[in-house]
């Protein structure tokens, strides 16, 4: 089923945890404007429903259903999380291959010893420790077929989000009204 429009753009942001899909996504938006919907994984999955990353959970349905929405509505959407490849790599080809407007995705890759240095710096360091952040780390977990552009550590924050919306058009699209 075709979502969004020609006009609506589709932004997916992956990468491990502490990689800065999160503080990536919140730029784009701070930059937008009204008319760009953030759909997280973390909020989904874990306030919304509470729920476990696992093969086949509930959360894939309605991250998938809350970006369709949203672009149905007219909304540009980044889509941003861990996004384990062989979990929700399924979801996500069909989400881009219904799209109608562009569709742009990012792997933000950190190597694992920048990423335990930047998990130290997170609020939840305390709850999930080194052991469990390895078991979720994987290295490059890009979707098949090349449809992801790797953007690496050494790219900061302003540099990121400046590409991201040259790159994807939405520097010269207009923010909705108040």
Known sequence: MMVGTALTRLVLLRGNSASGKSSVAAGLRERFGRGLALVG?????RTVLRERDRPGAANIGLIDAVARYALDAGYHV???GILRADRYGDML???RTDHRGP??????????????????????A????????????REMDLLP????????????LAETVERIMRETGLDGLPALEP
């Open 41 to 45: 994984q973390d909020n989904l999955r």
């Open 78 to 80: 980044v889509l941003e």
């Open 93 to 95: 080809t069909r989400l």
């Open 103 to 124: 569709t742009h995705a990012y792997y933000l890759h950190v190597p694992w010893e920048e990423t335990l240095a930047r998990h130290a710096t997170k609020p939840i």
């Open 126 to 137: 305390h709850e999930v420790g080194e052991d469990v952040l390895r078991q979720w780390y």
């Open 145 to 156: 077929g090349g449809a992801e552009t790797v953007i690496g550590a050494d790219s900061g």
